[in-house]
């Protein structure tokens, strides 16, 4: 069987690979496990919540409709906690949409989006479908989010995957094809330009890259072989984030204490600014990730 699906959770196997697959919790569509030839490619917490009582601190965490706290009291995203609801709802498996390659989708709207939140966003006003695309591919990941306005009036939004990548050591790795693009540190609550050519980490790192021209691939490079590339279509901002020691200290559901060593992560979305959705109109974003390749450098002067 190439989709298992139990009470909780979907579990796609790649039909001629079966060491390939991919695990959803349906509880926020949160890819919680992919393993491509039997080797796990995304980072999970041994004290991540799986049971729904909150988010899930790795895999990848669906952020919408507000990245962050929204800081503006006029706007109708202010009274929703950090990243919004879809992280902390429970999805509707909808089925396989597609054979070759793998794929599913899973459906939320304000019918199953976790009530007391959802109903902060506008005070429960905007009628909304999700559809999120997930594809198991032979050496790649891909999720798709469609975003529709079933209501009657326009509503702003952000989106983000909040995308946990598995790495040996991140003091090992660096990644690419940032250099040049503008950057909101929010560490220092500071924008500036980005100018190393290569991104590296040895400490507390949150940085909001913006309006990255969708062409560009992120590669996550390790001693100079590329384990992972990012790739995007509408989705023009990357958050790169590592907790380092503090922060993930400061985390309970973040274990083993020293895993942020082992994670990293580049997360695609659009959240430098909203996406205004007017009613009936539909938008959508993705991002793959793939494995292995050559190191592609790609700068803004072509
Ligand atoms: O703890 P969470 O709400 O899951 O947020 C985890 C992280 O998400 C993003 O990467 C933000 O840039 C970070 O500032 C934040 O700490």
């Known amino acids: 069987m190439s989709i298992e699906e139990t009470e909780d959770k979907v579990i796609l196997t790649h039909p001629r690979e079966p060491t390939t697959k991919v695990s959803i919790l349906k509880y926020g569509a949160t890819v919680i496990s992919w393993e491509n030839k039997g080797k796990e490619q995304l980072w999970l917490s041994e004290a991540a919540k799986l049971d729904g009582s909150k ?40 089925g396989q ?19 007391e939140i959802y109903n902060l966003w506008n005070e429960g006003k905007n009628n909304f479908t999700l559809i999120l695309s997930i594809e198991l591919g032979d050496d790649h990941l891909k999720t798709n989010i469609e975003v529709e306005n079933n209501g009657d009036e326009a509503f702003d939004f952000n989106w983000l995957f909040h ?18 693009q503008k950057c909101y540190d929010q560490l220092l609550a500071t924008e500036y330009i980005e100018k190393s050519p290569m991104v590296c980490f040895n400490e507390e790192f949150d940085r909001i890259y913006k309006k990255i021209d969708t062409d560009k691939i992120f590669q996550v490079v390790e001693l100079g072989k590329v384990l992972i590339n990012v790739q ?6 990357s958050v790169v984030w590592n907790p380092w020691i503090e922060k993930s200290n400061g985390m309970a559901d973040f274990e083993p204490k020293n895993g942020y060593l082992n994670m990293l ?4 979305g659009h959240v430098s600014d909203f996406v205004t959705l007017k009613n009936g109109e539909k938008w959508s974003g993705s991002q793959t990730i793939s494995l292995g390749g050559d190191i592609k450098v790609q700068s803004n002067i072509y």
């Not at 995308?163 to 040049?180: A, E, F, G, R, S």
Request: charged content about 20%.
């Open 232 to 237: 995007r279509e509408n989705l023009p901002d």
């Open 97 to 115: 949409t597609s054979e070759n390659p793998l794929t599913v989708q899973f459906g939320l709207g304000p019918e199953n989006a976790n009530k």
């Open 163 to 180: 995308t946990y990548l598995k790495v040996p050591d991140v003091t090992d790795c660096l990644v690419t094809n940032l250099i040049d």
């Open 265 to 268: 992560c580049i997360e695609p």
């Open 55 to 94: 988010p899930v601190r790795g895999g990848i965490p669906l952020v919408f409709p507000i990245f962050g706290k929204q800081k503006n009291e006029e706007h109708p995203t202010y009274k929703l906690p950090q990243h919004g609801f879809a992280r902390n709802s429970t999805w509707e498996f909808l």
